[in-house]
């Protein structure tokens, strides 16, 4: 009898069990096989099949997708219902907003204005992804930025695969050029550009601005790849030099990232390689870090590098991001740190995953919100005109929280400053590892 009551048992978990690995199994090649024909197939190369077979494969992309929608239900959707529900609960106030257009391709950029007695600090938001969306998904946290007294620039960027790496960065190139002559008009100060940025956003920013410095000084490696990125030169002027650099969850290594998303099992399906040409020398080519590396040791004088990079460059980065680890950015940091930049601060949230101002920078109740708000307040402090954040956040500041405390590392320790660099093998200045 109990061996009859154990073969029912058996065959009543195979008739349940096997149906349901069978479903989850075809769910998952349907996943991934529909993303591999919706977005792996423009300029894909000759040797890529059009959709994988291989079970470990889809498991990976599978994964990645699950969360990236895991992270667009737990963060993403709850902000954006916060930032409806503050904005309709809270006194509301007129948007100064205008928009225009900029560069020879007549592209858009919206400029959230003051409207104070003095000349505003000034930030420019580059978009964070390369092939979709616009300025309008911006228009949160400019708003939170206008408010606390910056002028905010939002300009449309060419999207891949209208465009590559370098119709990209010439984007980013007229538009800071654009900014600088005519943000006076709307109450900004030519003198105190930041260039902001967000994961790919980042990636543009730091090109756009270590590419044309190395330029200058006349010290870009040797480009042997496919990629050619635009060097600025309108009318024998020089790009416009920007008085700092914010930067949250950046990309400043591609050959780092692209081996991270082989990992994940994405590469293929990423826009970012084949947006950087798809080939290793390519990939070099664009990676900031790689730039700065070179013209750090090929340059006699680096005080003229320094001179010519921004005088203050804030970096900012979740220690649990899982999607793009913050490896590259120490290393970023570290070489900043060595070109001697006046003002280079690292910021990592130990207990935050994936920071993403379009998220984080919206309710300005939240205390880490409010934390960003103070880190970017800190690295536009000028004495001359200095920024008044609203009294409803300072006096959040003081009262009783019930949210979970985040932690900042406010004072990486990095080593002394030292001649050598060996940014190529993965270590810091002092010769330890900061990729394991």
Not at 249 to 266: K, N, Q, R, W
Not at 293 to 303: F, G, P, Q, T, V
Request: hydrophobic share 35%; net charge positive.
């Amino acid at each position: 009898m109990q061996e009859k009551t154990k073969l029912l048992l058996i065959i009543l978990f195979s008739w349940i069990f096997f149906p349901l690995v069978a479903i989850a199994t075809l769910y998952a090649y349907f996943i991934c096989w529909t993303f591999y024909l919706l977005y792996a197939r423009t300029d894909a190369p000759p040797s890529q099949s059009k959709v994988p077979f291989s079970p470990i494969r889809v498991y990976k992309v599978t994964l990645y997708l699950l969360n990236c929608l895991c992270e667009m239900v737990t963060a993403f959707i709850p902000s954006m219902l916060g930032y409806c529900w503050h904005s309709l609960s809270s006194k509301r106030k007129e948007i100064l907003k205008k928009s225009s257009r900029y560069g020879p391709n007549k592209a858009k950029v919206d400029v959230y204005y003051s409207d104070r007695a003095t000349l505003s600090p000034v930030i420019i938001f580059i978009n964070t992804s390369l092939n979709t969306g616009k300025r309008g998904t911006c228009m949160p946290v400019a708003q939170n930025l206008q408010n606390q007294g910056y002028v905010v620039v939002v300009p449309d960027i060419t999207l891949y695969p209208k465009g590559k790496i370098a119709e990209m960065v010439a984007d980013v190139q007229q538009c800071i050029y654009w900014t600088n002559s005519r943000i006076i008009q709307y109450g900004g100060d030519p003198s105190q550009i930041y260039l902001m940025g967000h994961s790919a956003g980042v990636l543009l920013s730091a090109l756009t601005v270590i590419h044309d410095v190395c330029a200058s000084l006349n010290v870009l490696p040797v480009n042997n790849s496919n990629v050619q990125i635009p060097i600025w030169d309108k009318k024998g002027t020089r790009l416009p030099r920007l008085q700092g650099l914010i930067f949250f969850s950046g990309i400043y290594d591609v050959t780092y990232y692209h081996a991270y998303l082989h990992h994940l099992g994405f590469e293929q399906i990423h826009s970012m390689p084949r947006v950087m040409g798809n080939t290793p020398e390519s990939l070099l080519q664009c990676s900031p870090s790689y730039l700065l590396n070179h013209a750090l040791n090929n340059i006699r004088d680096r005080e003229r590098l320094t001179k010519l990079l921004p005088k203050r460059v804030l970096l900012i980065h979740g220690a649990q991001d899982t999607f793009n680890p913050p490896v590259s950015t120490k290393n970023f940091f570290h070489l900043l740190d060595s070109v001697g930049v006046p003002s280079v601060q690292l910021k990592i949230y130990e207990d935050i995953k994936y920071i993403s101002p379009c998220k984080d920078l919206i309710i300005p109740n939240k205390r880490l919100c409010i934390l960003l708000s103070d880190d970017i307040k800190e690295c536009c402090q000028n004495n001359n005109n200095p920024i008044i954040m609203n009294n409803y956040l300072n006096e959040r500041r003081g009262g009783g929280k019930s949210e979970k405390e985040i932690t900042k590392e406010s004072d990486y320790r990095y080593p002394q400053k030292s001649e050598n660099n060996n940014y190529r093998n993965g270590k810091s200045r002092s010769g330890r590892s900061v990729r394991s």
